[in-house]
């Protein structure tokens, strides 16, 4: 059984640091691209960043040189480093596992979500 576990969101002011994590198992976790995507209220769920099997990263535009993903293979587990957060980084931020062609498993997983609220 895949899960996908966030954690790390929480309340932050304008400017402030946050760090998420995605623990993930059950899955062949080196193989898979992982990546953080945000929904806030009323928008439609959007793109934050991805890092590949092999390190390399895809940043959205609106969060390049604040927010920094990566991943550790040995605990399975992708990360989101969050800086000179603005009050629009509010939102759900989910993590998602997508297999590559070639694997056995077609399925994109996703995580419940974790909350995270810029605001003074």
């Known amino acids: 059984q895949v899960q996908l576990v966030e954690n790390g969101g929480g309340l932050v002011q304008p400017g402030g640091s946050l760090r998420l994590s995605c623990a993930a198992s059950g899955l062949f976790f080196s193989i898979y691209t992982m990546g953080w995507y945000r929904q806030a209220p009323g928008r439609q769920r959007e793109l934050v960043a991805t890092?590949?099997?092999?390190?390399?990263?895809d940043d959205s535009d609106s969060v390049k040189g604040r927010f920094t993903i990566s991943r550790s293979d040995d605990k399975e587990t992708v990360y989101l480093q969050m800086n000179s957060l603005k009050p629009e980084d509010t939102a759900v931020y989910s993590c998602?596992?997508?297999?590559?062609?070639?694997?056995?498993?077609?399925?994109?997983?996703w995580g419940q979500g974790t909350q995270v609220t810029v605001s003074s």
């Open positions: 998602n596992a997508k297999p590559p062609y070639w694997w056995n498993d077609d399925t994109t997983y």
């Open positions: 890092i590949n099997s092999g390190g390399i990263t």
